[in-house]
């Protein structure tokens, strides 16, 4: 079955630096990724749409520039959240479509603390 | 933003029941899908349902639709401690093709 990796699944950083998280489509290919953030008890929130080879589609209210998105091939989508802040520490999980009208595969996700 | 809208926001059953969770959202579908997630993890798909279909049943797992309240159930039969976790209705949109939008989830807990 199709299988999205994310990597990683936690880290810890220091507030000002940048983290970068992989998402990838193992066994088929990914023309457009999803960004989700999930805080404690709450559901998924779309931060933005990854489009191969072309810019991402970010959700209102979500800053471009402090949540950089690359879509570099079909089967590799990377988050960077730059200048990470306290505020930033969340849980964000990729997802992607094997195909349009088919349900979305998740990675595991990668929990962000910014100490 | 957020369509869907799901009730209860926590249900806690015993071993054996049935629970059942309710999920509404706001515009026109292509189809409606279940998640589930253990705490800490990414998502599990369970059931997609298109906005053509009534009703869909996988194992324990019953899915309604109505088109017309825009509105979704999940019933899960015979429940199992092991079924304990969040679970999440999720849309796309007719207007907004790729995006899939999450409801807040229905935290269910499964007491032995």
């Known amino acids: 079955g199709a299988v999205v990796s994310q990597h990683p699944s936690w880290v810890i950083c220091k507030s000002g630096t940048s983290v970068k998280i992989e998402c990838r489509s193992l066994d088929f290919q990914a023309t457009t990724m999803f960004w989700y953030r999930q805080f404690p008890k709450q559901s998924l929130m779309l931060m933005a749409t990854s489009n191969e080879g072309s810019k991402a589609t970010y959700e209102q209210g979500v800053e471009k520039d402090k949540f950089l998105i690359n879509h570099a091939s079909l089967t590799l989508s990377t988050l960077t959240v730059t200048s990470a802040h306290p505020e930033d520490s969340s849980f964000y999980i990729c997802?992607?479509?094997?195909?349009?009208?088919?349900?979305?595969?998740f990675g595991n996700g990668t929990r962000l603390t910014v100490t | 933003s957020q369509q869907g809208e799901e009730d209860p926001q926590a249900l806690s059953i015993q071993e054996g029941e049935n629970a059942t969770m309710n999920c509404s959202y706001k515009t026109s579908i292509n189809n409606l899908q279940w998640y589930r997630q253990n705490s800490g993890r990414g998502l599990v798909h369970l059931i997609l349902i298109r906005s053509n279909e009534r009703e869909k049943h996988s194992g324990r797992l019953r899915v309604t639709l109505d088109t017309s309240k825009k509105s979704s159930s999940l019933l899960i039969t015979a429940s199992r401690a092991a079924d304990t976790a969040s679970y999440f209705c999720a849309t796309d949109s007719k207007t907004s093709y790729d995006k899939v939008i999450f409801g807040p989830g229905t935290s269910l807990s499964v007491i032995p």
């Open positions: 997802s992607a479509f094997r195909a349009r009208n088919s349900p979305l595969h």
